[in-house]
């Protein structure tokens, strides 16, 4: 694996993406089971970051939010800061019912209030980091000024991050 190849070559930091997707399959193909299956305690060790990859337009972490993250932390990786590495919604491509703010709101109010939600929640545990890093990043900050401002104000009130 690509993890203790980084670790054992150069020492850099390490980040493992685990994408969550509710409902798609079975419970022998969720994503706590692919880390039992695939990852050694070993490679484990070597990881410094651990995120999720969400799209809750697709699938919504929702009331599972606490459950899952505070899993990943007790059960997989104690001594990792746990991210939500990729969050998608409403981009190019995420395709999935409408489930934010009303029908006729901007997407760029729907992708504020969906940053809000899920940063914001994340932050609040000890071992939680920021990021909230989206699939059209550089379309997204440039072009939607709400998700630029609730950024912006989410890393203000922490005092985490680059607006700090």
Sequence with gaps: YTISYVYDHTHAPTMLTLYWQLGEDDARHSMFQWISQNLTLSEISHLTYVGISLYPQEAPMGTAFNRVVTV?????????????????????????????????????????????????????????????????????????????????????????????
């Design 72 to 164: 990943l932390h007790n059960v997989w990786f104690p001594k990792q800061t746990i991210f939500i590495s990729e969050l998608g919604y409403g981009g190019q491509g995420v395709t999935g019912s409408w489930w934010w703010g009303s029908p006729t709101a901007s997407g760029d109010s729907q992708k504020a209030e969906v940053y809000n939600l899920y940063l914001a929640a994340l932050l609040a545990y000890p071992y939680g980091g920021g990021g909230g890093f989206w699939w059209y990043f550089a379309e997204d900050f440039t072009n939607e000024p709400k998700l630029m401002s609730a950024m912006h104000a989410l890393y203000a009130d922490t005092r985490i991050g680059p607006f700090a």
